[in-house]
């Protein structure tokens, strides 16, 4: 289901039918009177389709359509015009546009488009996902590097407790590899036949997230056109990776402990009980227990994730690693980027050592791969480390640049920090500053509500 809805035309009575109708899809919609309104309204919430009308004053619905794609080449944009004529739908379905309805405006037809409209979009998201485990299997695999006593101690635990079926909760920083490990103990168990399947339970609200976990029924909500298949039963006799567990509401981690305890669920508007078999992996960034304590996890559900506890250390903790993962790095990204860069020279390795990496391996890797990216030929110099670095200061590197946060000491301040610069660097467009600070869109906006960053 999208999220929002922007709805651009500058007839008040079409754009009021249309909004009930669409609202009353449970949609999230949002109005604007002209192409103007729309493009800045467009860029400041980033909604998931766009529904123009063409024939408007000052900018009309071809040159929004343009200006939207120049913008988000992906998105979703269906046009309406009164003037149903061919020149103008040919014209609109060459500039991008997804498809073009005349007016008055049939609402079957409409809710069909906006159905098809997300089905496609779903379906990129999940070529969008299976291109991203292609480029995981190629590169990241063998990425966990362990030179550092603690790394080496972790890896042996993880080799010990892989064939057995318990449940396992791994708590880290991010950026420290939580998913990588999860797989390692997929990859050395007797399920490793069978399906790894990964959650990001932050990214999604708590309606999609019980549909991506237990599936649906077709028709147990608006846009549930057809019967889906969760990701405890694409996860059967394998294991399902539930990564920021600590970000699930009460409500679905009642659901969740059912089917660890159980072995069993239905479908969301189903009533047909489904058996699986499948093996717990949880990640989390934040200390789980002083979430129980807080009342904000459940205590019974903790326990039943946490047969097995793998604590993972911060990269300021084993620096030790550094080295070859700044050599894994600088392979990785020369070959991607087509350089030929053959190392890295002693000092520049030695000022990536002394630095104490607050963002971890993420941090790490966005860093030699900005100095890839901005140099020419033969070994990566001292030059190429940010300033930040090299004087040590806090910062955190990769899309959004070096950003340097001078005097802050809280982690929550820092945060806050990160969050104005994204947003002042992408002028406001928040889904685009959500994925330059490499987190979700919904995940941002509690951010901003939690610092009340208007």
């Not at 159980?262 to 960034?285: C, M, P, S, Y």
């Not at 340097?404 to 992408?426: C, F, N, P, V, Y």
Request: with cysteine; proline share 3%.
């Amino acid at each position: 289901m999208f999220e929002s809805i922007l709805l651009v035309d500058d007839e008040a009575n079409a754009r009021k039918g249309m909004t009930q109708f669409l609202q009353g899809l449970d949609y999230d919609v949002m109005t604007a009177t002209n192409g103007k309104e729309g493009l800045e309204l467009f860029k400041k919430e980033s909604p998931d389709l766009v529904i123009s009308d063409i024939r408007m004053p000052e900018m009309d619905g071809i040159e929004l359509l343009e200006s939207i794609k120049a913008e988000a080449p992906s998105a979703k944009v269906i046009l309406l015009t009164a003037y149903g004529s061919v020149e103008d739908a040919v014209k609109a379905m060459k500039k991008g546009a997804f498809y073009y309805l005349t007016k008055p405006v049939n609402l079957e037809e409409l809710e069909f488009l906006v159905r098809k409209a997300f089905s496609s979009y779903q379906l990129e998201e999940e070529n969008r996902e299976l291109k991203q485990e292609l480029f995981r299997e190629r590169y990241d695999q063998g990425r966990l590097i362990a030179h550092s006593p603690k790394m080496k101690e972790l890896l042996k635990t993880v080799d010990k407790i892989a064939a057995s079926n318990a449940s396992v909760l791994i708590e880290g920083e991010s950026g420290t590899g939580k998913e990588l490990i999860a797989r390692r103990i997929h990859d050395l168990s007797p399920r490793k036949q069978h399906p790894f399947i990964a959650v990001h339970c932050a990214a999604l609200t708590e309606t999609l997230l019980a549909s991506e976990l237990f599936g649906h029924e077709k028709g147990a909500f608006t846009g549930a056109a057809d019967r889906k298949k969760g990701r405890f039963e694409r996860a059967d006799h394998g294991s399902l990776f539930l990564d920021e567990i600590g970000e699930i509401t009460q409500d679905t981690q009642v659901k969740l402990l059912r089917v660890l305890q159980e072995g069993e669920f239905e479908r969301v508007g189903g009533t047909k009980t489904i058996k699986v078999d499948v093996r717990l992996i949880a990640a989390t960034n934040k200390t789980l227990l002083d979430e129980v304590q807080h009342q904000k996890f459940r205590e019974d559900l903790y326990y039943r994730i946490n047969v097995i506890y793998l604590k993972i250390p911060p990269l300021r903790d084993r620096k030790e690693d550094i080295p070859p993962l700044v050599d894994a790095f600088i392979r990785q990204y020369a070959a991607l980027n087509a350089k030929k860069i053959h190392g890295i020279e002693k000092d520049a390795r030695e000022a990536l050592v002394q630095y104490d990496w607050p963002g971890n391996i993420r941090e790490l890797k966005n860093i030699v791969e900005r100095m890839i990216v901005l140099s020419s030929a033969g070994m990566l110099t001292l030059d190429q480390v940010p300033e930040d670095i090299r004087q040590g200061s806090p910062h955190v590197a990769g899309p959004l640049g070096n950003v340097a946060l001078h005097g802050i000491t809280k982690i929550s301040d820092a945060e806050q920090e990160l969050i104005r610069s994204a947003l002042r660097e992408t002028k406001g467009n928040k889904s685009n500053a959500a994925e330059k600070l490499g987190i979700s869109r919904r995940t941002l906006y509690r951010k901003l509500e939690e610092y009340k960053i208007l």
